[in-house]
Nanobody, 122 residues
Framework: QVQLVESGGGLVQPGKSLRLSCAASGSIFSINAMAWYRQAPGKERELVATITKGGSTKYADPVKGRFTISRDNPKNTVYLQMNSLKPEDTAVYYC????????????????WGQGTQVTVSS
């Protein structure tokens, strides 16, 4: 099937930066939109940013101007550059991708990574 593996999380001080990566692998025919979500303790999972296959992006209001989503289509990888981090950005960050597999090239499904912890604290 399809696997998404995130990396790049960790502990960082307020105002600093982190870059998350998410690589997709497996029986991939094509990848449509990719996205980053996050879930803070006691809160619901929320959308952070999305990017289409063509590179169009959208951001949640709390991260506009601070976070940048990008992707490398040949590498099946999506990135999230997070600058000017705040304590309220602390959460588990999840990668999401809408993928058509080789077995079913006309039927795309959503796949999720396992999550990576980002903690912003002094």
């Amino acid at each position: 099937q399809v696997q998404l593996v995130e990396s790049g999380g960790g502990l960082v001080q307020p105002g600093k930066s982190l870059r998350l990566s998410c690589a997709a692998s497996g029986s991939i025919f094509s990848i449509n939109a990719m996205a980053w979500y996050r879930q803070a303790p006691g809160k619901e999972r929320e959308l952070v940013a999305t990017i289409t296959k063509g590179g169009s992006t959208k951001y949640a209001d709390p991260v506009k101007g601070r976070f940048t989503i990008s992707r490398d289509n040949p590498k099946n990888t999506v990135y999230l550059q997070m600058n000017s981090l705040k304590p309220e950005d602390t959460a588990v960050y999840y990668c999401n991708a809408n993928v058509a597999t080789i077995a079913f090239p006309v039927l795309a499904s959503d796949y999720w990574g396992q999550g990576t912890q980002v903690t912003v604290s002094s």
